[in-house]
């Protein structure tokens, strides 16, 4: 099993980021994918869960609205397209197998500054 993120960059607050996971290893069309992320300083924080077909999905609270998880089964692929970006979304990313990150990438790494 092996997933791998990137996509992360530097972005200036209201702007926007497409991050990607390109999983292998496993089909990606067996299972649910999460986006979990840790700021400095702190703890995994769980922010979106896409289930196997892509058709349903869960954002925490603070992401709802400016966040959209989706996958492409077919490139093993998993994305998070987010907008409205503010500074307290500045961590490294994570796609991941479980809902608490234990099976998760390397990560990529998003700052929102400006």
């Known amino acids: 099993v092996q997933l791998v993120e990137s996509g992360g960059d530097l972005v200036q607050p209201g702007g926007s980021l497409k991050l990607s996971c390109a999983a292998s290893?496993?089909?990606?069309?067996?299972?649910?994918m999460h986006w979990v992320r840790q700021a400095p300083g702190k703890g995994l924080e769980w922010v979106s869960s896409?289930?196997?077909?892509?058709?349903?999905?869960y954002y925490e609270d603070s992401v709802k609205g400016r966040f959209t998880i989706s996958r492409d089964n077919a490139k093993n692929t998993l994305y998070l397209q987010m907008n409205s970006l503010e500074p307290e979304d500045t961590a490294l990313y994570y796609c991941?197998?479980?809902?608490?990150?234990?099976?998760r990438g390397q990560g990529t790494q998003v700052t929102v500054s400006s």
């Open positions: 896409n289930s196997p077909y892509g058709g349903t999905s």
């Open positions: 991941a197998l479980d809902s608490k990150g234990g099976t």
């Open positions: 290893g496993f089909a990606l069309e067996n299972h649910w």
